[in-house]
């Protein structure tokens, strides 16, 4: 069962109880401030423990003055020119609650992986990289069904990735012998003119090849040439693989999401990283 997408008044939420939280996803101007009343009602209700928004400059002064934390900012999000912050709003101590151990090594990935930074000399594997059509959602499924055991989003639902390929999000591949052994995603907000470059996937016996970073590069000249203005993506803070991936192609760190999102069996705090094309 996954966490529901729908609309709240005129604007986009998440939640569910597999992340244990509502996702204000896509603020409508109109809804602002009084969906954040509704957003609390509706986490005293189903008893979830963090509220999550994504929020345009003009209108964070709102949240902050209801109890919301800044915890990521992405300048330049919405149309190559307003800034996006990322607040939260935790509705108990233990949602927001980090250890030392835990702060220390999200602290030292960090680090680590900004010494990436300009580091592009990477072999490019014998693969082929192209974007996926809807005869892919097959292999697709697959690839994700031994990668991950629980996703935030439904894409172990072969319909569901069909009917995302129709909407909003670009899937990309990496094949060998005509096996799909990596794959990545863009999800792409027309309108703003941004792209969340996400649902990275390699095949256990494929990993240390570097395929999510030319799958990254693949997708950058695509939402490029589509004249997309900023791109970023929310890694997991306690796995260096990724955000060394998003640091060595030259993206900035903008925050840590603590205790945000379920990524395999527990709920895992995650990096933001972003890139102005």
Same mark, same amino acid.
């Given at each position: 069962?996954?966490?529901?997408? +729908?609309?709240?008044?005129?604007?986009?939420?998440?939640?569910?109880? $597999? $992340?244990?939280?509502?996702?204000?996803?896509?603020?409508?101007?109109?809804?602002?401030?009084?969906?954040?009343? !509704?957003?609390?009602?509706?986490?005293?209700?189903?008893?979830?423990?963090?509220?999550?928004?994504?929020?345009?400059?003009?209108?964070?002064?709102?949240?902050?003055?209801?109890?919301? !934390?800044?915890?990521?900012?992405?300048?330049?999000?919405?149309?190559?020119?307003?800034?996006?912050?990322?607040?939260?709003?935790?509705?108990?101590?233990?949602?927001?609650?980090?250890?030392?151990? &835990?702060?220390?090594?999200?602290?030292? *990935?960090?680090?680590?992986?900004?010494?990436?930074?300009? @580091? *592009?000399?990477?072999?490019?594997?014998?693969?082929?990289?192209?974007?996926?059509?809807?005869?892919?959602?097959?292999?697709?499924?697959?690839?994700?069904?031994?990668?991950?055991?629980?996703?935030?989003?439904?894409?172990? /639902?072969?319909?569901?990735?069909?009917?995302?390929?129709?909407? $909003?999000?670009?899937?990309?591949?990496?094949?060998?012998?005509?096996?799909?052994?990596?794959?990545?995603?863009?999800?792409? /907000?027309?309108?703003?003119? *941004?792209?969340?470059?996400? /649902?990275?996937?390699?095949?256990?016996?494929?990993?240390?090849? $570097?395929?999510?970073?030319?799958?990254?590069?693949?997708?950058? +000249?695509?939402?490029? =040439? @589509?004249?997309?203005?900023?791109?970023?993506?929310?890694?997991?803070?306690?796995?260096?693989?990724?955000? =060394?991936?998003?640091?060595?192609?030259?993206?900035?760190?903008?925050?840590?999401?603590?205790? *945000?999102?379920?990524?395999?069996? /527990?709920?895992?705090?995650?990096?933001?990283?972003? &890139?102005?094309?």
């Amino acid at each position: 069962m996954f966490d529901k997408i +729908e609309k709240l008044e005129g604007s986009l939420i998440q939640h569910g109880p $597999n $992340n244990d939280r509502v996702y204000l996803m896509k603020l409508a101007e109109k809804d602002a401030p009084v969906i954040i009343d !509704k957003l609390h009602d509706l986490s005293l209700m189903k008893k979830y423990t963090k509220i999550f928004a994504k929020v345009p400059g003009r209108m964070v002064d709102e949240f902050i003055d209801n109890d919301f !934390k800044e915890e990521a900012t992405i300048p330049k999000f919405f149309k190559g020119k307003e800034p996006a912050h990322f607040v939260s709003r935790f509705m108990g101590a233990a949602r927001s609650f980090l250890s030392s151990a &835990k702060k220390q090594k999200i602290s030292k *990935n960090i680090e680590v992986a900004l010494t990436k930074k300009d @580091q *592009n000399g990477l072999h490019k594997p014998d693969a082929e990289f192209r974007a996926l059509e809807p005869e892919d959602a097959g292999q697709l499924v697959n690839l994700y069904e031994k990668t991950f055991k629980v996703y935030p989003f439904p894409i172990f /639902d072969e319909q569901y990735i069909k009917k995302t390929m129709d909407e $909003n999000i670009d899937y990309y591949g990496a094949f060998m012998d005509d096996e799909l052994v990596a794959a990545s995603s863009a999800e792409k /907000d027309e309108e703003n003119k *941004n792209a969340e470059m996400t /649902d990275f996937a390699t095949l256990p016996k494929h990993r240390g090849k $570097n395929l999510s970073y030319f799958l990254l590069k693949e997708m950058e +000249e695509e939402m490029m =040439a @589509q004249d997309y203005k900023t791109l970023f993506t929310i890694a997991r803070a306690e796995s260096i693989g990724m955000n =060394a991936t998003f640091a060595r192609t030259d993206y900035e760190f903008a925050g840590t999401l603590v205790n *945000n999102t379920l990524i395999g069996e /527990d709920i895992e705090s995650m990096n933001v990283w972003y &890139k102005h094309l």
